[in-house]
């Protein structure tokens, strides 16, 4: 059976400066928290770092051409912060904000509509140096960057992202820290939880003070669809709990100006949330037009008496050699009644499972409950192991066949349409990966591009997942 999707609905691919820009010390950029996270030995799997990446810095209108061949109608990028604030008195790099310039145009000049990230993780180094996201401050300064931003770019702009994935910077970088800065102190990790919602608020009025009202605002959530072994009143309370830590602390801000009252209780002894000031609430639920959703797999979850979990709750750095699942990276003492069970059927590169239906579950229920909001699928994607094959009527001579990175994309997007059959406001679908590109913790090990990229000479190598991404955009439909 096809399936025809809006006309209006739109295709896309992803990417995040960090993992595919490179030059890091180019035009003024000055190190980000990822800079110096990946000088440490043991922090990244193969002790890599994104100094060269896909070299997307200089190589932009080369990947701009690819998008092109593919149909894609926008691309969603994200700014260096680094490159734009380098230095700890705010003032604002020129070079910067004419890099993203000459990109931006080159999308538009190309039909792609430009999908800006503000922060997609590379803090700079010196608001870390001064308590990063566990202080107010970084919050208030991301509103000058989002400001600088506004100012500079924003005709150029079709969607606005505040934040992407901010469970990762806080969870990752704050608590188990596996990722940059790697702090490990959950406390901090939840301080982190309020000002990066408080740097959206700000951040949405910072770009709304220059652009207005008609601005096209969004935040982008890695939303866990967590699912209960069985529906005993237990699992059903360990989902719960799942889900308040993992989601509710942003949905509940951002979406409807306040914190479920439940989240201060079951984290008191980590903080008393002092930290929250009166009116952050109302400010940080800004009006926004669409909320992205970055979705690749399930956890499926049980109650756990806390006695036995307390030594797996304190366990709060998982080795970055192994991939390993969301929850199982952010064993979080809040989260103490909740086991994670080991994933089943056949599990990506990255030890993920495939479950397309948790996506519709995923849309439908965000579409329920916010029916005025456009929804986006942000990131999706799979890495797998993939290897290159002559072709010589293939550019550059090769091609990837990765039939299960095909399969995990057929069905996602399918998935898509069927919660937009559902009633879910769902606009568009943006494949993760463009490129194969630098996976933070996990180096260049794992490959998530639908074009493979041969890091010893940066040449771009088509895959069949590209070609069957290219032919479902070109047919809207699947």
Known sequence: MTTTFPGDF???????????????????????????????????????????????????????????????????????????????????????????????DALREAGIMPVVTLYHWDLPQYLEDHGGWARRDTALRFADYADAIASGLGDRVGIWTTLNEPWCSAYLGYGSGVHAPGVRDYGKALAAVHHLNLAHGLGVQAIRAHLGGTAKVSSVLNLAVNIAQTDSEADMAAKHRADLIANEVFLGPMLEGRYDPEIFEVTKPYTDWSFVHDGDEELIRQPMQSLGVNYYSTTHVRYRDTAAAVSAAGGVAASVARPVSPAERNPMPAQDIVEALPP????????????????TSLLTELGARFPDLDLFVSENGSAWDDEVTADADEPNGMIVHDPRRVAY???????????????????????????????????YSKRFGIIRVDYDTQQRIWKDSALRLRAIVAHNAI
């Open 10 to 104: 739109l295709w896309g691919t992803a990417t995040a400066s960090y993992q595919v820009e490179g030059a890091i010390r180019e035009d003024g950029r000055t190190p980000s928290i990822w800079d110096t996270f990946c000088e440490h030995p043991g922090t990244v799997a193969d002790g890599s770092s994104g100094e060269i990446a896909c070299d997307q810095y200089h190589r932009y209108p080369e990947d701009i051409a690819l998008m092109h061949e593919l149909g894609v109608k926008a691309y969603r990028l994200s700014i260096a912060w680094p490159r734009i604030v380098p230095n700890a008195d705010g003032a604002v790099n020129q070079l910067g904000i004419d890099h993203y310039r000459r990109e931006l």
């Open 344 to 359: 089943a059927g056949e599990l990506t590169a990255m030890g993920w499972n495939q479950e397309p239906q948790g996506l």
């Open 409 to 443: 994309l057929e069905a996602h997007v399918r998935a898509v349409a069927d919660a937009i059959a559902a009633g879910a406001k769902v606009k568009g679908y943006f494949a993760w990966s463009l490129l194969d590109n630098f996976e933070w913790a996990l180096g």
